[in-house]
């Protein structure tokens, strides 16, 4: 059995190489694979393992004071996903190329998966607005599934989405809009650039699709999540598309 890690975490990085290489080693010595960025303003880890390596890993990590509190995604499939190990150096972990989006200077409102399961159940948020679900991921991974009646735009790329949003700002002015992704790196920017760029009923769901699938299931959403590495999508059960036999 596997361990698939997804974990994200912004604090500023001083001497990035040094820490690639780190990482580098630490993975190598428990035979991880997968993708590790990493970039002045923090990581970007998707690995996978034995248990024992992956747990390794990540008691390695936390004893930097920088990661001592960084919040991990597990899931378990039959093979591994991953076909090697790439540590690479990024100028973001997750590009958008756009000033008043840096998470070091502070998050945006959060909403929780269980409360926003709540929201959804009743049709508005508590001070009764009107809910709007906003997809921010590429067209590719929201036709494997996304939450039901979610904005969802014609991008390929996230560096898009502040254009293609942009002729809906209007219609949402009266709504409480809700951002998602699928582990929660990109609404982290995305939501404090919409937010600065005046939005100012702009959230985000905290831990992404994968968090709520963990902690709420399946309630309100429709298919699978694309995740990027050999099983496909996985479902509210973080069960994979493509596993074992069947890959």
């Known amino acids: 059995m596997i361990l698939n890690l997804a974990a994200y975490h912004f604090t500023p990085i001083d001497r990035p190489v040094e820490l690639a290489d780190d990482l580098r080693g630490w993975a190598d010595a428990g035979g991880l694979r997968g993708t590790a960025l990493v970039a ?56 958008f190329r756009r000033d008043n989006s840096s998470p070091l200077d502070g998050r945006a409102p959060t909403v929780a998966p269980a409360e926003l399961a709540r929201w959804m159940a009743q049709g508005h948020d508590d001070s009764g607005r009107r809910l709007v679900l906003l997809d921010t991921r590429n067209r590719e991974e929201v036709g494997h599934g996304t939450f039901e009646g979610a904005l969802t735009l014609p991008i390929d790329n996230f560096t898009e989405l502040p254009d293609a949003l942009a002729p809906h700002r209007e219609s949402l002015a009266d709504a409480s809009v809700v951002s998602f992704c699928t582990g929660g ?14 939005m100012d009923n702009l959230l985000q769901l905290d831990g992404g699709i994968l968090g709520y699938f963990e902690q709420v299931g399946g309630a309100g959403y429709d298919g699978r999540c694309f995740v990027f590495d050999e099983r496909v999508a ?4 973080l069960q994979p598309l493509v596993d074992g036999e069947d890959a």
């Open 40 to 95: 002045g303003e923090g990581i970007n880890l998707f690995l996978a393992g034995t248990e024992p390596a992956v747990h390794g890993f990540l008691d390695r990590l936390r004893a930097d004071p920088r990661f001592a509190d960084i919040t991990v995604k597990l899931s378990h499939s039959q093979r591994q996903p991953f076909a090697r190990l790439k540590v690479k150096l990024k100028p973001e972990i997750i590009s």
């Open 185 to 198: 790196i990109r609404c982290e920017k995305a939501a404090l650039w919409l937010r600065a760029d005046g």
């Open 234 to 237: 996985l479902d509210p059960a």
